[in-house]
């Protein structure tokens, strides 16, 4: 009954509300680590309500709590306001120390949060005995894409790992594409280097598989047969499959909007996650 309320509610808002019980809970997920099944179980059923909806969390803090709770069966967290400060600032030390150098004033931004009419940023953390291994920056875009229809697309911005070759990124990457899917994403999009794409070329799986095109306009030639070889095309502008991930896809040349780094400074890799109900 009180979870009906709520959606009732809702439905004459312009935004929608986390309630106060789906706060608590992911309160006590970032401090205590914490989660009764119980309260889980009622909580998901209003997330699944907000996920269906058409309109947005009337706040980034909240939107940022409900893809904490969502992914609180993984070994990812999502950093929200009552996270502890030491998981704060060790995640956001970790992003400097490997991307400081050229991104420090826009990763301070990013981390702390960007509430757009049209995109969200949220950072994603892993822990590994009580200790920071990898951290990584987000951006949940909503637009209207080039077919009129609205696509929700994720764009991971930066991943690292503190420590090197030990399955962080990998293991990071599959609770992110778990939590894309509960989360009915329409694609994850991946700007990669050349020199990180054989990584990202082995991230394909069944409940996340990679689109058979790269999107790639200034490619080596040592990559271009490193994705052939793999099995996947080469595109200076975005098949079919992906056409409708992007704003406007029939603008010469090809710019890639309304993503961060266009196709001449980074390959777009995307990824499509097979969308699931969490109740």
Excluded at 58 to 71: A, G, N, V, Y
Excluded at 155 to 181: M, P, Q, V, Y
Aim: charge should be positive.
């Amino acid at each position: 009954m009180i979870v009906m309320l709520i959606i009732e509610n809702r439905k004459m808002k312009k935004h929608l509300l986390l309630s106060v019980c789906s706060e608590k809970l992911a309160n006590d997920i970032a401090i205590h680590n914490d989660i009764e099944e119980n309260v889980l179980e009622t909580v998901l059923l209003e997330i699944n309500d907000l996920i269906l909806s058409p309109k947005k969390l009337q706040t980034l803090d909240e939107f940022r709590k409900m893809l904490c709770i969502l992914s609180c069966n993984n070994l990812i967290r999502i950093i929200h306001n009552q996270t502890p400060k030491q998981i704060v600032n060790d995640s956001l030390s970790n992003l400097l120390d490997t991307f400081g150098s050229n991104h420090k004033d826009e990763i301070h931004k990013l981390f702390r949060g960007i509430d757009s009419k049209t995109y969200r940023t949220f950072v994603v953390t892993c822990q590994d005995n009580n200790r920071i291994v990898c951290s990584s920056i987000i951006v949940e875009h909503q637009f209207k894409s080039s077919n009129g229809k609205i696509a929700i697309t994720w764009e991971l911005l930066w991943i690292c790992c503190s420590d090197k070759r030990k399955g962080f990124g990998s293991k990071t990457w599959k609770d992110i594409t778990n939590l894309a899917s509960m989360r009915r994403i329409d694609g994850i999009l991946v700007p990669s280097t050349n020199k990180a794409l054989p990584f990202w070329l082995k991230r394909n799986s069944k409940e996340c598989p990679i689109n058979k095109t790269i999107i790639a306009q200034q490619i080596r030639k040592e990559e271009k047969l490193l994705i052939e070889s793999n099995g996947y095309k080469i595109s200076e502008s975005p098949c079919r499959n992906v056409v409708n991930l992007y704003r406007e896809s029939a603008i010469k040349p090809f710019r890639g909007s309304p993503y961060r780094w266009m196709p001449d400074e980074a390959n777009h890799v995307w990824f499509i996650p097979k969308k699931r109900g969490i109740i």
